[in-house]
Nanobody
């Protein structure tokens, strides 16, 4: 089992940057694919980015490609989401998620088994 705790959210002006972290418990973090999802008020949770267990492949939503970067440090049991050039449309609660080895579809939230509690990101105009 994996427990996930996100951090790094906050209030930032448009054009600014934030780096989210997701710390995982357990000794097998390196065996899990990780994803970031987000949910805005009144909207469904949506895929943001994902990374394979070894960091060899990454996936991004079109809306964040070129602005966000997902990475992981298996020695620290942590996955990161570097967010640059933020816009008010990026305002949401951001969640990290884990799936053992490889989800069938890394962009599909229902393929993930473990979730963090979320961290709020607010981008002001």
């Amino acid at each position: 089992q994996v427990q996930l705790v996100e951090s790094g959210g906050g209030l930032v002006q448009a054009g600014g940057s934030l780096r989210l972290s997701c710390a995982a418990s357990g000794r097998t973090f390196g065996s899990y694919a990780m994803g970031w999802f987000r949910q805005s008020p009144g909207k469904a949770r949506e895929f943001v980015a994902a990374i394979t267990w070894n960091g060899g492949n990454t996936y991004y939503a079109d809306s964040v490609k070129g602005r966000f970067t997902i990475s992981r440090d298996n020695a620290k049991n942590t996955v990161y989401l570097q967010m640059n050039s933020l816009t008010p449309e990026d305002t949401a609660v951001y969640y990290c998620a884990a799936h053992y080895v490889a989800p069938r579809n890394p962009r599909n939230q229902y393929d993930y088994d473990y979730w963090g509690q979320g961290t709020q990101v607010t981008v002001s105009s």
